[in-house]
């Protein structure tokens, strides 16, 4: 006779001891998961059991987003008790944001093919505040005859390109005070070098990195992580490097994930470090995809791995090449794109 079998219902008889052993069992069952369903109810205060008051909302503990709690009180009440379980799911739902598969980069706004992650595969032009790949900027214009015309103009916009350091420093600030992200991240650069006509001034770069970031530029936090793995500015930081790596590579830097990829081999977290690998591969990172061969030959890698990165590399490479680029990179190595 199955447990279904058998009623338990208040006032119900049961046929021999055998039945009422069932019943028994079946009882502490639905107590059990009575009390699992109070515990986890969300709709309740952790702490005290109390529901939502008028005029008043629980609010959800913000690193591990399980539980609810009806004011800051019964918050640290439930702290000693919550905090082992509470560190584990906020680690978990960190994790899962760190090895979601990013965005892809945009495509170039001329020939519309993706853009390569190597920053000398592309142009920003502070005329129109585009990124434009080489391959297009470098590409000869044309008139309707067919012929060759002068092509000192921005291939986006047409406006001529600046003659001096001077006056593209003013269209770099123009963008500035406009709120363009990428505008700030390279005028943030030329103060970190000192180039281009700009002191070096390690704090008014960190500060450009940092408002770069907040606006959505990957590299700008992957630069921020930079300075503070190799004292720039900042004395060395490894935990806020860390940190600034994961919020590039989150936002699609395949350099910063690479980082963070060898940061995890060399505390012998290889799964991790495996993990973050992959993730670039697909993105275009080369050396992600010779660390996953390395890992291989060491017993830390299938080969299903690393032709599932070699695969996706390759269909990278698809994405981004043309004859245009080609020519660019063939005319001087600072063009490269892969």
């Known amino acids: ?63 591990c987003k399980m539980v609810k709690y009806c004011n800051r009180k019964c918050q640290i009440a439930h702290r000693p008790q919550h905090k082992k379980e509470c560190r584990k799911r906020k680690a978990e739902l960190h994790d899962i944001e760190l090895f979601k598969q990013p965005p892809s980069a945009e495509d170039c706004p001329i020939c519309f093919l993706r853009m390569p992650s190597l920053s000398s595969g592309c142009t920003y032009m502070p005329c129109c505040g585009k990124e434009i790949c080489n391959g297009c900027v470098l590409a000869p214009v044309y008139d309707d005859q067919g012929n060759e015309v002068d092509s000192n103009k921005c291939p986006f916009c047409r406006i001529p390109t600046p003659t001096s350091n001077e006056e593209a420093n003013r269209r770099r600030e123009k963008r500035v005070e406009a709120g363009d992200a990428v505008a700030m991240f390279y005028m943030g650069c030329k103060y970190r070098d000192g180039t281009k006509g700009y002191p070096q001034d390690y704090a008014k770069a960190l500060k450009l990195f940092h408002k770069a970031g907040e606006l959505g530029h990957a590299i700008a936090y992957a630069s921020i992580g930079y300075a503070y793995n190799y004292c720039q500015g900042v004395e060395i930081d490894l935990k806020k490097a860390m940190h600034y790596y994961e919020l590039a590579a989150m936002a699609g830097d395949v350099y910063a994930r690479y980082n963070l990829g060898t940061v995890e081999e060399n505390i012998c977290n290889e799964d991790r470090a495996l993990k973050h690998y992959m993730i670039a591969a697909r993105g275009g990172n080369s050396e992600s995809l010779d660390a996953i061969k390395y890992l291989y030959s060491m017993g830390h890698a299938t080969k299903e791995d690393y032709m599932e990165a070699l ?14 680029r080609d020519k660019a990179a063939a005319a001087d190595e600072k063009y490269r794109y892969y």
């Open 1 to 63: 006779m199955s447990t279904s079998d058998v009623s338990c219902k208040d006032g119900a008889s049961t046929s021999n001891d055998k039945d009422d052993v069932v019943c028994e069992v079946n009882d502490m069952l639905q107590n059990m998961n009575t009390v699992d369903n109070e515990v986890n109810d969300t709709s309740l205060c952790a702490n005290c059991g109390k529901g939502e008051e008028e005029g008043s909302k629980l609010k959800t503990c913000p690193a």
């Open 311 to 324: 695969r996706s590399y390759q269909a990278y490479l698809g994405e981004i090449k043309s004859v245009q």
